[in-house]
């Protein structure tokens, strides 16, 4: 989608103009196109919204009702406890495993709430630690998902590609942690997960990297081809012991081709709502920004380069330039490679610096999507050139899960 910057950052300005940075927007027009367009995608599959991506209740509310969207992966228990506390959503996958014993408690003392919320397992250890904190003959059937290692590791294992993330890679493996948990008394085993990072999460147009993103392209329809064989025969060892509700898959990147994998019933997408840099990188599709930030310039050090307050929201990840901010608005503002994005100033150079005022507003886009909301308690949600509504973010609610 082409977008006008110059409009945009006239009808941001005009819409904030009566805010004082620094604060975060959604740009409601890009955000619903977003949700629709990720639905486009998933060919018929429902998308279960990623609230690590989100982190601001109203939004995710938002993405359910719109038709296609249903469930909420979480990614902690806590998080997942309180989601379907207010009524968020009935069906909340946590994404990974848990050792928080109050939560779990929580969870074991409320049949409705364990109905609604399902826990993550790759270790026959996670059951033992759910066991000691409420005995199975204490408590409700808890709803039990397996994760599946999605990396690729080729030339027999000496290669690896994509995060670490659960032990269990084989169909094997997971045929017989499937056994485990239908075994014991006290679990439902109810659904199979697998996120493939190497494809969802990385993009394979990197700018300025051509040789680097041929070797991603290549790696990524590697991975896929040997992911749909493995996955598919985990399904099937997992069904001989339990009867799966859902097999869940992919990311924002992968949305279209997690959802042509026959295994498959459902995928998970979040961060394309918000539309954040990372994304600039991938050639099938590209979600529209609609995720901002501004800060104020507050000094002119040279007539070249304009100083905003703040700046300095680095995105988790490896430690390099694509988990800084992106100064976005205007267009042509570039960071110093001397001094980034500071916590508590950050000077920008490049074509649009020396137009700018004392008390002008400069647009960043974070790197990722929601841990732009860990810096602030609200968020503007913008229509047009007016702001329709301000909400709070997990922080704002005081809801700090990680």
Known sequence: MAIDR???????????????????????????????????????KPLRVASKSVRVRELLTRALARPGWHGVMAFTLPEAVWLARTGVSDDVLVAYPTAHRAALAELAADPALADAVTLMVDD????????????????????????????????RGRVHVGVRRSPVHSAGAAG??????????????????????????????????????????????????????RRSAAVAAVREHA???????????????????????????????????????????????????????????????????????????????SRLPRPWLPAGLTLLGAEGAGEVQTPLAGDAASDLRVGDRVW????????????????????????????????GEGRAFL
């Open 6 to 44: 110059a409009e945009l950052r006239d009808r941001l300005d005009r819409a904030t103009a009566h805010l004082d940075p620094p604060y975060a927007v959604v740009d409601l027009s890009a955000f619903d196109a977003n949700a629709d367009a990720l639905v486009g995608r998933a060919g018929g």
């Open 124 to 155: 026959a250890g996670q059951l033992d630690l759910i066991d000691r904190v409420c005995p199975p003959g204490r408590r409700p059937a808890l709803r039990i998902c397996l994760d599946l290692d999605a990396s690729w590791r080729p030339l």
């Open 176 to 229: 017989t942690l499937a056994a485990a948990v239908a075994g014991r008394p006290g679990f439902r085993l109810v659904g199979l997960m697998s996120y493939e990072a190497q494809i969802a999460g990385l993009g394979d147009a990197p700018p300025g990297k051509a040789v680097l993103g041929s070797a991603i392209r290549v790696a990524q329809r590697g991975s896929y081809r040997e992911l749909l064989a």
């Open 243 to 321: 009867d799966l509700e859902f097999v869940n898959g992919g990311g924002t990147g992968s949305v279209a081709a997690t959802s042509a994998d026959p295994a498959v019933t459902e995928v998970t997408a979040g961060s394309g709502l918000y539309g954040p840099t990372l994304f600039d990188a991938y050639r099938a599709w590209r979600p529209t920004p609609a995720a901002f930030f501004a800060c104020a310039v507050v000094r002119r050090p040279t007539p070249g380069i304009a100083t905003v307050l703040g700046g300095g929201w680095i995105a988790s990840g490896p430690a390099a330039d």
């Open 364 to 395: 960043f886009r974070h790197a990722k999507a929601g841990e732009v909301c860990e810096h602030v308690n609200e968020v503007h949600l913008v229509e047009g050139d007016a702001v329709v509504a301000t909400v709070p973010t997990y922080r």
